[in-house]
């Protein structure tokens, strides 16, 4: 009769995923995408008072804030305010042109999943939307 090795006595251990992001999304999510679709998680460390400049996203992105607390700048001026924890879906589209800004003295860190057309860059820079002047 074989005896087992030591190592073989052992079970296997179970892989353990590393946690990225958990984050609560608070906005409905409708995800319908084309077969080949290029899929990616990225994530941003912003430091205190820089920004990622202009952009818009050629497909659906999803984002979850690890730390600190983003702002961001939509094209019609207003703004959005989301801490830790919290959920982002960005629209798609140069009609949906946005930044992103750390205005906290502690970095920021985004965890983002992009759903976009093969060949096509995470975000396209983008002047910034022309205001309407309020007065």
């Given at each position: 009769?074989?005896?087992?090795?030591p190592v073989e006595a052992?079970?296997?251990?179970?892989?353990?995923?590393?946690?990225?992001?958990?984050?609560?999304?608070?906005?409905?999510?409708?995800?319908?995408?084309?077969?080949?679709?290029?899929?990616?998680?990225?994530?941003?460390?912003?430091?205190?008072?820089?920004?990622?400049?202009?952009?818009?996203?050629?497909?659906?992105?999803?984002?979850?804030?690890?730390?600190?607390?983003?702002?961001?700048?939509?094209?019609?001026?207003?703004?959005?305010?989301?801490?830790?924890?919290?959920?982002?879906?960005?629209?798609?589209?140069?009609?949906?042109?946005?930044?992103?800004?750390?205005?906290?003295?502690?970095?920021?860190?985004?965890?983002?999943?992009?759903?976009?057309?093969?060949?096509?860059?995470?975000?396209?820079?983008?002047?910034?939307?022309?205001?309407?002047?309020?007065?």
């Open positions: 009769m074989k005896r087992p090795s052992r079970p296997a251990a179970e892989p353990v995923p590393s946690l990225l992001a958990d984050g609560l999304l608070t906005e409905r999510l409708a995800l319908a995408v084309p077969e080949d679709t290029r899929v990616v998680v990225a994530q941003y460390e912003i430091p205190p008072g820089r920004s990622l400049p202009w952009h818009y996203h050629e497909g659906r992105v999803v984002a979850v804030v690890t730390a600190g607390v983003l702002t961001r700048t939509l094209a019609d001026g207003s703004e959005c305010v989301t801490p830790v924890g919290g959920c982002v879906v960005e629209p798609v589209g140069p009609q949906g042109v946005h930044m992103a800004e750390n205005r906290e003295p502690e970095p920021l860190r985004i965890c983002a999943l992009f759903f976009l057309p093969q060949g096509r860059p995470l975000s396209t820079r983008a002047e910034p939307p022309d205001q309407v002047a309020c007065g």
